[in-house]
Protein backbone atom coordinates (compact mmCIF):
# COMPACT_ATOMS: atom_id res chain seq x y z
CA UNK A 1 0.00 0.00 0.00
CA UNK A 2 1.57 3.37 -1.00
CA UNK A 3 -0.09 7.02 -0.29
CA UNK A 4 1.22 10.20 -1.51
CA UNK A 5 -0.40 13.34 -0.71
CA UNK A 6 0.08 16.74 -2.76
CA UNK A 7 -1.18 20.01 -3.01
CA UNK A 8 -0.23 21.52 -0.08
CA UNK A 9 0.97 24.97 0.10
CA UNK A 10 0.90 28.52 1.54
CA UNK A 11 -2.38 30.34 1.77
CA UNK A 12 -3.67 33.54 2.66
CA UNK A 13 -6.39 33.24 4.93
CA UNK A 14 -10.02 32.78 3.06
CA UNK A 15 -8.13 30.96 0.18
CA UNK A 16 -8.91 27.61 -0.89
CA UNK A 17 -6.44 24.80 -1.71
CA UNK A 18 -7.11 21.16 -3.17
CA UNK A 19 -5.39 18.33 -1.57
CA UNK A 20 -4.39 15.11 -3.78
CA UNK A 21 -3.53 11.41 -2.61
CA UNK A 22 -2.93 9.07 -4.76
CA UNK A 23 -2.93 5.88 -4.10
CA UNK A 24 -1.69 2.26 -5.24
CA UNK A 25 -0.95 -1.46 -3.71
CA UNK A 26 -4.56 -2.03 -3.03
CA UNK A 27 -8.53 -2.60 -4.32
CA UNK A 28 -9.02 1.15 -3.94
CA UNK A 29 -12.46 1.59 -5.10
CA UNK A 30 -13.34 -1.28 -1.69
CA UNK A 31 -11.91 1.28 1.31
CA UNK A 32 -12.68 4.24 2.82
CA UNK A 33 -10.06 6.62 3.00
CA UNK A 34 -9.89 9.40 5.40
CA UNK A 35 -7.77 12.55 5.56
CA UNK A 36 -5.96 13.87 8.88
CA UNK A 37 -4.13 16.68 9.79
CA UNK A 38 -1.47 17.31 12.88
CA UNK A 39 -0.55 20.70 14.25
CA UNK A 40 2.46 21.77 15.75
CA UNK A 41 2.25 20.63 19.36
CA UNK A 42 -1.23 18.78 18.81
CA UNK A 43 -2.36 15.48 18.28
CA UNK A 44 -3.52 14.15 15.03
CA UNK A 45 -6.70 14.63 14.49
CA UNK A 46 -9.25 13.04 11.73
CA UNK A 47 -10.89 15.63 9.45
CA UNK A 48 -12.90 13.69 7.03
CA UNK A 49 -13.58 10.28 5.50
CA UNK A 50 -15.18 9.02 2.19
CA UNK A 51 -16.36 5.41 1.92
CA UNK A 52 -15.22 3.42 -0.84
CA UNK A 53 -17.92 4.33 -3.42
CA UNK A 54 -18.44 7.49 -2.33
CA UNK A 55 -21.82 7.80 -1.22
CA UNK A 56 -21.31 8.99 2.55
CA UNK A 57 -18.80 11.25 3.97
CA UNK A 58 -18.05 12.43 7.49
CA UNK A 59 -15.91 15.88 8.68
CA UNK A 60 -15.10 17.22 11.86
CA UNK A 61 -16.80 19.66 13.02
CA UNK A 62 -14.28 22.18 12.96
CA UNK A 63 -14.19 21.91 8.84
CA UNK A 64 -17.94 21.34 8.07
CA UNK A 65 -19.25 23.71 5.06
CA UNK A 66 -15.97 24.65 4.29
CA UNK A 67 -13.72 20.90 3.11
CA UNK A 68 -15.32 18.42 0.99
CA UNK A 69 -13.98 15.24 0.72
CA UNK A 70 -14.23 13.57 -2.65
CA UNK A 71 -12.75 10.48 -4.61
CA UNK A 72 -12.04 9.35 -8.54
CA UNK A 73 -12.31 5.34 -8.04
CA UNK A 74 -11.12 5.47 -11.78
CA UNK A 75 -7.77 7.38 -10.76
CA UNK A 76 -7.14 6.01 -7.53
CA UNK A 77 -6.90 9.25 -6.18
CA UNK A 78 -9.14 10.78 -2.87
CA UNK A 79 -9.21 14.79 -2.52
CA UNK A 80 -9.95 17.47 -0.42
CA UNK A 81 -10.78 20.72 -1.41
CA UNK A 82 -10.97 23.17 1.26
CA UNK A 83 -12.36 26.54 0.98
CA UNK A 84 -12.73 29.44 3.31
CA UNK A 85 -9.03 28.66 4.90
CA UNK A 86 -8.54 29.70 8.50
CA UNK A 87 -4.89 29.91 10.28
CA UNK A 88 -5.87 27.35 12.91
CA UNK A 89 -6.11 25.14 9.66
CA UNK A 90 -2.21 25.16 9.72
CA UNK A 91 -1.48 21.53 9.61
CA UNK A 92 0.36 19.15 8.03
CA UNK A 93 -1.91 16.65 6.22
CA UNK A 94 -2.01 13.31 5.73
CA UNK A 95 -4.11 10.53 3.60
CA UNK A 96 -4.90 7.50 5.44
CA UNK A 97 -7.14 3.98 4.78
CA UNK A 98 -7.28 1.19 6.61
CA UNK A 99 -6.26 -1.94 4.78
CA UNK A 100 -6.24 -5.60 6.23
CA UNK A 101 -6.47 -4.51 9.71
CA UNK A 102 -3.16 -2.10 9.70
CA UNK A 103 -3.64 1.78 8.83
CA UNK A 104 -1.52 3.11 6.39
CA UNK A 105 -0.29 6.60 5.95
CA UNK A 106 0.94 9.22 3.38
CA UNK A 107 3.99 11.24 4.15
CA UNK A 108 2.11 14.01 4.59
CA UNK A 109 1.90 17.88 3.10
CA UNK A 110 2.25 20.83 4.83
CA UNK A 111 -0.23 23.69 4.86
CA UNK A 112 0.12 26.89 6.07
CA UNK A 113 -2.74 29.74 6.23
CA UNK A 114 -1.16 32.97 6.68
CA UNK A 115 -0.91 36.36 5.33
Known amino acids: VQLVESGGGLVQPGGSLRLSCAASGFTFSGYAMSWYRQAPGKERELVAT????????NYVDSVKGRFTISRDNAKNTVYLQMNSLKPEDTAVYYC?????????WGQGTQLTVSS
Open 96 to 104: NTRWRRSDY
Open 50 to 57: ITGAGGRT
